[in-house]
T-cell receptor
């Protein structure tokens, strides 16, 4: 079957760095996405990885290792507004997105 | 630009009643999707449409139907609602022509079936 695993919840301190991990087992791989979802709102796109390595976009970076079925999202200089759920999704061989349950990130002052 | 709109924002529905959730996008995207999001579970695909006039079943299609008469609209119908269909429903779209399939989401419809 297809499976995306992420930690359910993480806590970090304002100004610090946090890494959210995602492991996946899917039928085929056409890319991995990270989305941010604030409580009560729609998911919004953060990053996309299709090749191994690190993609950096401002305070956010995303890493992919296809051989290990592993990705992480790195958030630097955490701000209170970063409190949200972070969703990992893999595009499978049918070009459909398979979603993880999301990681709720709590930022403390 | 409005992007994707959904209606209603929320609804309480008696079991056995029918209901249509509306979704409209103004980005001229080819592909559209309906997901449900339940606590502790990832987004689950109900139905999708790769282009106007075509639809396909996702992971959890039972009890739901869709139509795609034109590019902009993708309504989701519950023919006879059951309490297990209580969920938050998100409509999404993607242009299907980019190098990657970024999906844009509507604000969601919170549905409670009693």
């Amino acid at each position: 079957g297809q499976n995306i695993d992420q930690p359910t919840e993480m806590t970090a301190t304002e100004g610090a760095i946090v890494q959210i991990n995602c492991t996946y087992q899917t039928s085929g791989f056409n890319g991995l996405f990270w989305y941010q979802q604030h409580a009560g709102e729609a998911p919004t796109f953060l990053s996309y990885n299709v090749l191994d390595g690190l993609e950096e976009k401002g305070r956010f970076s995303s890493f992919l290792s296809r051989s290990k079925g592993y990705s992480y999202l790195l958030l630097k200089e955490l701000q209170m507004k970063d409190s949200a759920s972070y969703l990992c999704a893999v595009e499978d061989s049918n070009y459909q997105l398979i979603w993880g349950a999301g990681t709720k990130l709590i930022i403390k002052p | 630009t409005a992007g994707i709109t959904q209606a209603p924002t929320s609804q309480i529905l008696a079991a056995g009643r029918s209901m249509t959730l509306r979704c409209t996008q103004d980005m001229r995207h080819n592909a559209m999707y309906w997901y449900r999001q339940d606590l502790g579970l990832g987004l689950r695909l109900i139905h999708y449409s790769n282009t106007a006039g075509t639809t396909g079943k996702g992971e959890v299609p039972d009890g739901y139907s869709v139509s795609r008469a034109n590019t902009d609209d993708f309504p989701l119908t519950l023919a006879s609602a059951v309490p297990s269909q209580t969920s938050v429903y998100f409509c999404a779209s993607s242009d299907g022509e980019s190098s990657y399939n970024e999906q844009f989401f509507g604000p969601g419809t919170r549905l409670t079936v009693l």
